[in-house]
C-alpha cells in the first residue's frame, strides 16, 4: 500500500481487424516530468473487464481477460529498457467476488522511476489478440517533485 499523490488514467488501443503483437504508449504530457520538474511513477495498474467495462476515455470495450493474460509491459527511460515483459495480469489489483481474473493483493511499488519515455514503452503478445477494436485500460500512479 502506498499514498498516492497524482492519478491518471491512460489507454492503449487496438485497432479494428489489427494482427499486431506490439501496442505502444502515446505521448503523456502529464506523465513526462516536463518544466523541469521530474515525474516520478510511484505504480501502474491495467484494468480487466470485470471490474471496468468500458474506459473512461473513450468509452471503448477493454481486452479480454484472455488476451489480458498473453500481455506484458516494458517501459523505456530514454533509450534504456528498464522493465522489460512483466505480465500485465501482475500488475491488476481488483477481483470481484465471481470474476475468474487473476490478480495481486499487493501492486508492485516502482522505485523511483523517473523520465519515462511512453512513446517508446509498449504491451507485446507473443500472437496476435483474438479479440479487436479494444483497448488496455490503465492508471498511472505519480508523484511531481517541485
Known amino acids: 500500500m502506498f499514498k498516492a499523490s497524482?492519478?491518471?488514467?491512460?489507454?492503449?488501443?487496438?485497432p479494428s481487424g489489427?494482427?499486431?503483437?506490439?501496442f505502444y504508449f502515446q505521448d503523456l504530457p502529464n506523465l513526462t516530468?516536463?518544466?523541469g520538474f521530474p515525474v516520478q511513477i510511484q505504480s501502474i495498474v491495467f484494468y480487466n473487464r470485470d471490474i471496468i467495462t468500458k474506459s473512461a476515455l473513450t468509452g471503448s470495450?477493454?481486452?479480454t481477460t484472455a488476451d489480458m493474460q498473453r500481455s506484458f509491459l516494458t517501459i523505456y527511460q530514454g533509450d534504456l529498457q528498464v522493465l522489460y515483459n512483466i505480465p500485465v495480469v501482475t500488475l491488476n489489483a481488483m477481483q470481484t467476488g465471481t470474476s475468474s481474473a487473476p490478480f495481486t493483493t499487493n501492486?508492485?511499488?516502482l522505485n523511483g522511476l523517473e523520465n519515462v519515455s511512453w512513446t517508446k514503452s509498449f504491451v507485446s503478445l507473443p500472437s496476435a489478440l483474438t479479440t479487436t477494436?479494444?483497448?488496455y485500460c490503465i492508471g498511472v500512479y505519480y508523484c511531481v517533485n517541485y
Open 6 to 14: 497524482r492519478f491518471e488514467a491512460v489507454e492503449i488501443s487496438v
Open 18 to 22: 489489427s494482427t499486431l503483437t506490439r
Open 33 to 35: 516530468g516536463r518544466a
Open 61 to 63: 470495450n477493454l481486452v
Open 107 to 109: 501492486l508492485p511499488l
Open 133 to 135: 477494436d479494444v483497448v
